[in-house]
């Protein structure tokens, strides 16, 4: 499996999986990245949006932990720690790193 990064404002036709961060903002875990409409497609399939499922699945922002949401219509969400709300690039690209590498091994997950 080949693993692609790209970088948009709005979910492209096609995609399976979507990764997003997780920050600390106020002692408090915050999502980045999620588009309206792909919450509103978890909203629509798990009746909750995508932060109470991050909670549930135990996702943190502790620095490159990287925890899965199960797929809602055939798209899969990826969250990835990234630490405090000031978020350095250096840091960044370690948390994509870490999603990439997960997200790579995912053809060997069957039971997610």
Known sequence: MTASLTLSKSLPRGTDI?????????ATPVLVG?????????RRHYSRPIADLAEAAGAKSEEETVCALPA??????????????????????????????????LSDRRAL
């Not at 979507?18 to 106020?26: D, E, I, L, S, Y």
């Not at 999620?34 to 978890?42: G, H, K, M």
Request: proline share 4%; net charge positive; aromatic share 6%.
């Open 34 to 42: 999620i588009l309206p409409e792909f919450d509103q497609a978890y």
């Open 72 to 105: 809602a219509g055939g798209l899969r969400v990826v969250i990835v720690g990234v630490g405090d709300a000031d978020v350095t690039p250096q840091r960044l690209r370690r948390a994509t790193g870490a999603a990439l590498r997960w997200v790579a091994g």
């Open 18 to 26: 979507v990764v997003v961060g997780m920050a600390t903002a106020n």
